[in-house]
């Protein structure tokens, strides 16, 4: 198993530019985030997919949109980038069999910058 | 709402030595919480959880968590640290509704603490 592929892996960007950053995993799970990372922040959540065809948004969801068209895959976009979304992204999914209570496993992530 | 502290940036431990990575966390019902572990250029690695039960988590390589109600914290420890533990770890809780079986699908981490093992 792959676990939790992420493309691409490095990415700079202009300003106003869009891209699509991909997830896929291949362990058939149902949850599936993409998180940035910021030094000093943690991660957060910028949305959420419990199940192909459903999204939902965390934390810090401005600026970014995301589709689930097939259970594997979770796509990203963002449509118009902007210097505050140089980060570090990462895809992670997690099983639902335990519910809530299920760790994710995640991906190597995208380091993004926008200039 | 749901939140968690990591009070220490960094934590300097020579190699040999117990180590102590500190957590607490604040949530209205119930917590999951979690522990994982970033090398340098690397995704997160799940180290442990508490769901419930036992209040003393073990999970991989060595590590061990207590979870502590009353003190709502839930610091990682290792008996013996090694200079491959160096690492960024961190800490997350997700909260549950134990009465309704409803909770938080977003998993809320700290802003993670830096730990370096001394040869």
């Known amino acids: 198993n792959a676990g939790v592929t992420q493309t691409p892996k490095f990415r700079v960007l202009k300003t106003g530019q869009s891209m699509t950053l991909l997830c896929a995993q291949d362990m058939n799970h149902e949850y599936m985030y993409w998180y940035r990372q910021d030094p000093g922040m943690g991660l957060r959540l910028i949305h959420y997919s419990v199940g192909e065809g459903t999204t939902a948004k965390g934390e810090v969801p401005d600026g970014y949109n995301v589709s689930r068209l097939k259970k594997q895959n979770f796509l990203l976009g963002l449509e118009s980038a902007a210097p505050s979304q140089t980060s570090v992204y990462f895809c992670?999914?997690?099983?639902?069999?335990?519910?809530?209570?299920?760790?994710?496993?995640f991906g190597p992530g995208t380091r993004l910058t926008v200039l | 709402a749901q939140s968690v502290a990591q009070p220490e940036d960094q934590v300097n431990v020579a190699e040999g030595n117990p180590l102590t990575v500190k957590c607490t966390y604040s949530?209205?019902?119930?917590?999951?919480l979690f522990w994982y572990v970033q090398y340098p250029n690397r995704g997160l690695q799940f180290l442990l959880k508490?769901?419930?039960?036992?209040?003393l988590v073990k999970g991989s390589y060595g590590f061990e968590a207590e979870f502590n109600k009353s003190q709502t914290s839930f610091h990682l420890k290792k008996p013996s640290a090694l200079v491959s533990d160096s690492a960024l770890y961190f800490c997350?809780?997700?909260?549950?509704?134990?009465?309704?079986?409803?909770?938080?699908?977003?998993?809320?981490f700290g802003k993670g603490t830096k730990l370096s093992v001394i040869p």
């Open positions: 949530v209205s019902g119930n917590p999951y």
């Open positions: 992670a999914s997690s099983p639902s069999r335990g519910g809530l209570s299920d760790e994710q496993f």
């Open positions: 508490y769901i419930t039960g036992d209040n």
């Open positions: 997350a809780v997700r909260e549950f509704k134990a009465y309704s079986g409803a909770g938080s699908y977003q998993l809320t």
